[in-house]
């Protein structure tokens, strides 16, 4: 029993020292990055905001937000605005200009640095209802729901609810925020060479033992 113990708390020890190994720069990521958004596919510039989509409604995407997803030697995440949009210019049933407009938005990321092209899209349809006196849009994000951005240390993953209700300027003032979700894996090679250290530092432990 007492040997047991003793191996337990030694490997426990190896945990200890291996996750203490992981450099600061690599105990968490910081994601930054900046949202924008077009209509019916008409071309738009990283960083162009506020852009109108329809008579009295714009979207205005974030620049150089950022998250910090804990350490990366877990697959964390965290909640994410993408931008907000802002129907209080709206007035009478001008929501409705909105129906069957094709809403794409578009996420440049600049930190971590990205692996090839830095900007993926998410395509969705925008629709517009009108139900009795009260105007109401839904953005209908259409699969695939994420886009991963591949970076050295790991991918990237943005992803956006199947939905999302758009305020009418009676609720809110007219602002709804367009909330995602970015999430971070470690890279293999990372991981790989955190538990290659294990044996080694085991080794090491185990001879002092035995003197």
Do not use: H
Not at 79 to 87: I, K, L, P, Q
Not at 163 to 168: D, E, F, G, K
């Amino acid at each position: 029993m007492t040997k047991i113990l003793k191996s337990g708390l030694a490997f426990a020890l190896v945990a200890c020292v291996v996750a203490f190994s992981v450099s600061p720069a690599q105990a968490s990521m910081t994601v930054t990055y900046t949202t924008t958004a077009s209509v019916n596919g008409l071309p738009v510039s990283p960083g162009t905001s506020p852009v109108t989509l329809a008579t009295g409604v714009t979207f205005t995407g974030v620049t150089n937000d950022s998250v910090t997803l804990g350490t990366i030697l877990n697959n964390t995440s965290s909640v994410a605005s993408f931008g907000t949009f802002d129907t209080s210019g709206v007035t009478g049933a001008m929501l409705a200009d909105l129906n069957g407009k094709t809403f794409t938005l578009y996420i440049t990321q600049t930190t971590p640095a990205p692996s090839g092209s830095g900007l993926q899209t998410f395509d969705t349809t925008l629709v517009g209802q009108i139900v009795a006196t009260a105007s109401t849009a839904f953005v209908n994000f259409t699969a695939p729901l994420t886009q991963v951005i591949a970076t050295g240390l790991g991918p990237v993953t943005y992803s956006v609810p199947s939905q999302v209700a758009i305020s009418p300027p009676s609720t809110n003032g007219g602002i709804t925020t367009l909330q995602g979700q970015i999430s971070a894996a470690p890279e293999p090679s990372t991981v790989l060479a955190a538990l290659s250290a294990l044996p080694i530092l085991g080794l090491g432990l185990w001879r002092r033992r035995g003197k």
